[in-house]
């Protein structure tokens, strides 16, 4: 990428919109500049000087330092391109953009199906959602105060364990009025060897370890670490949070899904590693993306925004990624597993009254 000099007015104009965290829209791509625009490399350099300084970004050596500034710059060419092309999303310059592909992949999924057919998961068979005919036209667990503050599993593979706690605070506040933020630290560290802590893990099977555990703490008593650490089970004093079961959301199958969603935050596995997802900044994602499941997220909601069917889904990236760390799927794709398979394994906890 080589860049025709811009103005300094359009330059800097650029450089706030970066360090604001506003999204990169596909209508004008790169805030004004032209696809010919895209070659100075001294402007690529103030661009990812900058990018380094909002994303609190230091490397150990110049020489890494010029391997991450090549890898940026890739990036940066991708998102253009995308948002350039016509479509219901777009990407931005977020703080995976000095990760290759590769590495991103590496660092921040973490379902494993193989799990399953290993250790042979059982569907819990039965779901008490069946018999629903009606459902709202939509529904925000958001709102209704059912979804604690995004969280951020850093370089971790812990996915499922945050997609976990989201559907078991959200049942928890369902019935008992009270938002807890849950540990996702005592599942990686305790939920051993069914799951395998940061590196990747099944809903069903955390659900079942808070069933046998007694509860879950919160994470103030047990708060998260980034990386795996010691159990902590002989702290008995400390609150806890219960669930009776779990229940399965029959396969396949994107009515089921909408209403057990209706009825409560959901555990659902997605394929997220695609290189658009890594980048999604906003709108309504519909791809590409296969239905190889590798990542474990919440659904909190559906809806509908200008045609585009939708569903709400809270990630474990932190709130700088995507929409404030949401991102809305497309619904209605005409395929039974759904947009990035989100259909193939969803699951719920359940709570008495």
Same mark, same amino acid.
């Given at each position: 990428?080589?860049?025709?000099?811009?103005?300094?007015?359009?330059?800097?104009?650029?450089? &706030?919109?970066?360090?604001?965290? &506003?999204?990169?829209? $596909?209508?004008?791509?790169?805030?004004?500049?032209?696809?010919?625009?895209?070659?100075?490399?001294?402007?690529?350099?103030?661009?990812?000087?900058?990018?380094?300084?909002?994303?609190?970004?230091?490397?150990?050596?110049?020489?890494?330092?010029?391997?991450?500034?090549?890898?940026?710059?890739?990036?940066?060419?991708? !998102?253009?391109?995308?948002?350039?092309? +016509?479509?219901?999303?777009? &990407?931005?310059?977020?703080?995976?953009?000095?990760?290759?592909?590769?590495?991103?992949?590496?660092?921040?999924?973490?379902? $494993?199906?193989?799990?399953?057919?290993? $250790?042979?998961?059982?569907?819990?068979?039965?779901?008490?959602?069946?018999?629903?005919?009606?459902?709202?036209?939509?529904?925000?667990?958001?709102?209704?105060? +059912?979804?604690?503050?995004?969280?951020?599993?850093?370089?971790?593979?812990?996915?499922?364990?945050?997609?976990?706690?989201? +559907?078991?605070?959200?049942?928890?506040?369902?019935?008992?009025?009270? &938002?807890?933020?849950?540990?996702?630290? @005592?599942?990686?560290?305790?939920?051993?060897?069914?799951?395998?802590?940061?590196?990747? =893990?099944?809903?069903?099977?955390?659900?079942?370890?808070?069933?046998?555990?007694?509860?879950?703490?919160?994470?103030? /008593?047990?708060?998260?670490?980034?990386?795996?650490?010691?159990?902590?089970?002989?702290? +008995?004093?400390?609150?806890?949070?219960? !669930?009776?079961?779990?229940?399965?959301?029959?396969?396949?199958?994107?009515?089921?899904?909408?209403?057990?969603?209706?009825?409560?935050? !959901?555990?659902?596995?997605? @394929?997220?590693?695609?290189?658009?997802?890594?980048?999604?900044?906003?709108?309504?994602?519909?791809?590409?993306?296969?239905?190889?499941?590798?990542?474990?997220?919440?659904?909190?909601?559906?809806?509908?925004?200008? =045609?585009?069917?939708?569903?709400?889904?809270?990630?474990?990236? =932190?709130? $700088?990624?995507?929409?404030?760390?949401?991102?809305?799927?497309?619904?209605?794709?005409?395929? /039974?597993?759904?947009?990035?398979?989100?259909?193939?394994?969803?699951?719920?906890?359940?709570? /008495?009254?």
């Amino acid at each position: 990428m080589a860049f025709m000099k811009p103005n300094n007015f359009l330059l800097l104009s650029f450089l &706030l919109c970066l360090t604001s965290c &506003l999204a990169l829209p $596909r209508d004008f791509s790169i805030i004004g500049y032209s696809e010919d625009d895209l070659s100075s490399h001294d402007t690529l350099i103030n661009l990812f000087e900058s990018w380094m300084s909002k994303h609190d970004k230091f490397y150990a050596s110049f020489k890494e330092k010029i391997r991450r500034f090549e890898i940026f710059k890739d990036n940066l060419k991708h !998102i253009d391109e995308t948002n350039r092309q +016509a479509s219901s999303y777009w &990407l931005g310059l977020n703080e995976f953009a000095d990760l290759s592909h590769g590495e991103f992949k590496e660092r921040y999924l973490g379902v $494993r199906t193989d799990l399953a057919q290993k $250790r042979g998961i059982v569907d819990s068979g039965s779901f008490r959602y069946a018999d629903v005919t009606n459902i709202p036209k939509s529904v925000d667990w958001r709102k209704k105060g +059912a979804v604690t503050h995004v969280k951020n599993q850093g370089s971790c593979g812990s996915c499922w364990a945050f997609s976990t706690v989201a +559907a078991v605070e959200g049942v928890n506040q369902i019935v008992t009025g009270n &938002l807890t933020s849950l540990s996702e630290q @005592e599942l990686i560290d305790c939920d051993k060897p069914d799951n395998n802590g940061c590196n990747g =893990g099944l809903m069903d099977y955390a659900f079942t370890f808070i069933v046998g555990n007694g509860g879950l703490r919160t994470e103030d /008593d047990y708060p998260y670490l980034m990386e795996e650490g010691t159990c902590e089970q002989q702290r +008995a004093d400390l609150e806890m949070v219960t !669930i009776t079961g779990y229940e399965d959301v029959p396969e396949n199958d994107e009515t089921s899904l909408l209403k057990a969603l209706a009825h409560q935050p !959901i555990s659902v596995a997605i @394929e997220a590693s695609g290189r658009n997802f890594q980048f999604y900044s906003g709108g309504v994602f519909d791809g590409p993306c296969g239905t190889d499941l590798d990542h474990g997220v919440a659904a909190v909601g559906y809806g509908s925004s200008k =045609g585009q069917d939708y569903i709400t889904v809270k990630n474990s990236w =932190g709130p $700088r990624w995507g929409e404030k760390g949401y991102i809305r799927m497309k619904r209605k794709t005409g395929k /039974d597993e759904g947009l990035c398979g989100i259909n193939k394994m969803a699951s719920y906890p359940t709570k /008495d009254t």
